[in-house]
């Protein structure tokens, strides 16, 4: 390809993906066709990318090129070889024959087809959950708690740290069961409880309340930031075209104009 | 007016302009764009008045032919407040007509079913078309039908009870249907859009003024700072590389003066993806780096990039072995020991971890799947959102450094900018085009910002009027 032509395509893709911007942001006025096709072509584009990448950068060079170089020996590639074909086989024919209830009216062979599908899918998941529980536990819950009993102003003796140690931990205990209790219990027992604990429970629920108002308007405020980045970016990316345009001198000076 | 519409299949109340119900998820836009034509008056034009009357006699006449429990439904109605007026009412029945125009026999043909699944991906299904209708009943088999619609027999009404219960959590009390008698104020997003673009606009087409002080650092930025200032030259940095195009906007602006850096500090970095597009943009921003600094060859710097998809079941083997995560072979040779060579190559464990994210999942499953496995020092790069959730493993240690949103990473822009101040060799100064770009940035966000918080103002401000 020569660099004309590569810059003629560069060219072509900017304004190809400036036209299909615009689309995109009309859908604010309202859904249309224009909106619509811009979203088929991003879906489209994107799954397209995605099987091909899946081919070049895992399946050829994790799973075909061992298996063609060194056999069906290795067991931790031809073992997922097989559950993987397996799987896409079901998967085809289930969305063939999708809405037809396939595991009580379709025979046998159907059934152990879909059965060792999924297989691979009960391998995934089961290894997907027990990742994602022990990391949770080893990587976040641990440390943080750990990190929260810790914290506190620094006390002067072994036993006024402890004690501070402790009333960090009742505290965030009493806030963190004050949402729960806000959510879920205040609710339904306000209307029945002893009037004491009904005090209570209010108090609680009170403070539960302000906690989550904090905690989703501090979230709220940083994704308000973000966004607003990203349509920074996005009008920026505007201006850039602009910029190219023969529109742009007409701007400048009418900017020269009214002195702005 | 209707300033609500129906969902016809929990029965909810929604917003006019809504999309989806807020219960349940089925597909509103044919009862939406229905209600906002009926919002918007009667047709002008003689003939207009005529289709339009012809085609609501004919849509409530198909209602109330096909549906033989359409009392049922006026007297549910009733029941819970929707039809105060007779306007409303006609018009839900309306609505409930038209869904019933989506209503679709099963697809039968296979290259038809699958074209429609995956059409689904894009178009959710109208969900009333699983509704028992008495019209499609005849359409499906028996056993099919038996098994498949227990509630065939039941009345439209009594199905949006049926379907209300089903959807939520139980109560103790016997909650009525409808939380209010008024519906939701109308959200006019086009509007909304319209202030918050024409403020970032004008930042751009105009010259506004500067606004007074700088963004402040949040803890974390200048941890980051040394973390790789202190790095000795020529180590392996591991990259995690989670973000995309969709998210670009926010994040180059962030990685950016990281990457700008280590490029600085001659690290050597080993970049994975979790997403699809993610090495194709990072391999974008390094070459936007080359430029920006007026220097081919810093993407040298960015040894190998590979993705790796599986998800966080995939992240302990970065932890644990990386050698076998890794294709590259420059990779490899620094993290394998051969002890049959003549000169036995050390094995390696990165200097530092990277974790280069829009979203605090990542980097929460780096912390929680990787980090407790190698023990490498993390920095974080992150979007704005994700902050917030971040900060406990910063105050806890976990992370060695984060840099968080446009502000994190125009301050972390600053550290760089004095140290290029201080020894000018040592790190590439911005070129000018690069340095009014990120003004105009900053410009147009903080013009930004600016709106959005008059937004807000002139919101509750119209509520208090409104309320008084």
Redesign the interface.
């Given at each position: 390809m020569t660099e004309a032509l590569a810059a003629q395509l560069d060219t072509a893709g900017f304004w190809i993906s400036f036209l299909l911007a615009l689309f995109t942001f009309s859908a604010?006025?309202r859904?249309n066709v224009l909106s619509?096709l811009a979203?088929?072509i991003f879906?489209g584009a994107?799954l397209g990318?995605?099987a091909v990448?899946?081919v070049q950068?895992?399946l050829r060079?994790?799973l075909i090129t061992p298996l063609v170089q060194h056999g069906p020996g290795n067991i931790w590639i031809t073992v997922p070889a097989v559950l993987g074909v397996l799987l896409l086989l079901a998967a085809i024919d289930r969305?063939?024959?999708?809405?037809d209830?396939a595991e009580r009216l379709q025979p046998l062979g159907r059934r152990l087809l879909y059965g060792l599908g999924m297989l691979g899918v009960a391998i995934?998941l089961g290894?997907?959950i027990s990742?994602?529980v022990l990391?949770?536990l080893?990587?976040?819950l641990a440390?943080?708690f750990?990190?929260v009993a810790q914290s506190g102003p620094a006390a002067s003796g072994l036993a006024a740290a402890l004690w501070v140690q402790i009333a960090v931990v009742v505290l965030m205990l009493f806030v963190t069961t004050g949402v729960l209790v806000h959510l879920y219990v205040a609710p339904?027992l306000l209307e029945t409880a002893h009037p004491v604990v009904q005090v209570g429970l209010r108090f609680w629920s009170w403070l539960g309340k302000r906690v989550l108002w904090l905690?989703a308007g501090?979230?709220f405020a940083?994704?308000?930031?973000?966004?607003?980045?990203?349509?920074?970016?996005?009008?920026?990316?505007f201006?850039q075209m602009l910029r190219a345009t023969p529109l742009w001198p007409a701007?400048v000076a009418l900017?020269h104009m009214l002195g702005? | 007016m209707n300033s609500v519409i129906i969902c016809p299949h929990c029965g909810i109340r929604n917003r006019i302009n809504s999309?989806f119900c807020n219960h349940c998820g089925a597909d509103l836009?044919a009862e939406s764009?229905a209600a906002r034509a009926a919002e918007r008056g009667p047709a002008t034009g003689p003939d207009d008045v005529n289709d339009a009357a012809a085609e609501s006699n004919a849509r409530d006449a198909r209602y109330f032919d096909d549906d033989p429990h359409a009392d049922a439904v006026d007297e549910h109605e009733r029941d819970v407040g929707v039809g105060d007026d007779g306007a409303d009412t006609a018009d839900d029945f309306a609505l409930l007509a038209e869904s019933k125009a989506f209503e679709r026999p099963?697809l039968r043909d296979?290259l038809a079913?699958?074209s429609t699944?995956l059409q689904g991906?894009?178009t959710p299904h109208v969900v009333s078309s699983v509704t028992s209708d008495p019209a499609h009943a005849d359409e499906q088999p028996a056993s099919?039908a038996a098994?498949?619609n227990p509630l065939a027999g039941l009345a439209e009404a009594d199905l949006h009870r049926v379907r209300h219960l089903l959807g939520n959590e139980p109560?103790?009390t016997n909650a009525p249907l409808e939380v209010s008698a008024v519906g939701p104020p109308t959200l006019r997003?086009?509007w909304l859009?319209g202030l918050?673009?024409l403020f970032?606009?004008l930042a751009?087409?105009?010259?506004l003024p500067d606004l007074p002080g700088q963004p402040p650092a949040l803890p974390g930025v200048s941890a980051a700072y040394r973390q790789i200032e202190d790095l000795a030259d020529n180590r392996l940095v591991l990259v995690w590389w989670a973000y995309d195009p969709a998210?670009?906007?926010?994040m180059?602006?962030i990685a950016l003066p990281l990457l700008r850096h280590l490029t600085a500090r001659q690290q050597q970095l080993f970049l994975f993806s979790p997403l699809?597009?993610g090495v194709a943009t990072a391999e974008r921003l390094f070459t936007r780096l080359d430029a920006e600094i007026n220097l081919r060859g810093s993407a040298a710097a960015l040894r190998s990039a590979?993705?790796l998809?599986g998800?966080?079941?995939i992240?302990?083997l970065l932890g644990q072995s990386l050698a076998l995560a890794a294709?590259d072979t420059t990779l490899q040779g620094r993290l394998n020991a051969n002890p049959a060579a003549s000169a036995p190559v050390t094995p390696e464990q990165p200097a530092l971890a990277l974790v280069v994210a829009a979203q605090a999942e990542d980097v929460?499953?780096w912390?929680?799947?990787v980090?407790?496995r190698n023990h490498t020092p993390v920095v974080a790069i992150t979007?704005?959102?994700?902050?917030?959730?971040l900060r406990?493993?910063w105050?806890?240690?976990?992370l060695a450094g984060l840099v968080s949103?446009?502000?994190g990473g125009l301050a972390y822009e600053a550290l760089l900018n004095n140290a290029v101040a201080a020894n000018a060799e040592a790190i590439p100064r911005l070129s000018q085009l690069a340095l009014g770009?990120r003004h105009?940035?900053v410009q147009?966000?903080n013009w930004?910002?600016i709106g959005?918080a008059l937004i807000i103002l002139l919101g509750n401000l119209a509520i208090l009027v409104h309320s008084a």
């Open positions: 604010i006025l859904d619509r979203q088929h879906v994107a990318y995605l990448l899946l950068n895992v060079p994790r969305s063939i024959q999708q809405g209830n995934l290894v997907g990742t994602t990391g949770a080893q990587g976040t440390p943080q750990a990190r339904r905690s501090l979230l940083r994704l308000i930031l973000s966004r607003v980045s990203l349509l920074g970016a996005q009008i920026d990316y201006a701007i900017r702005l | 999309n836009r764009s099963a296979p079913q699958l699944d991906l894009l099919v098994h498949e109560t103790l997003i086009p859009f918050l673009g970032m606009l751009f087409l105009v010259n998210t670009a906007g926010e180059d602006l699809p597009t590979d993705y998809p998800g966080p079941a992240m302990p294709r929460q499953n912390l929680e799947q980090q407790p979007g704005a959102a994700a902050d917030p959730i406990p493993y105050d806890s240690g976990q949103g446009v502000d770009a105009q940035m147009i966000q930004g910002h959005f």
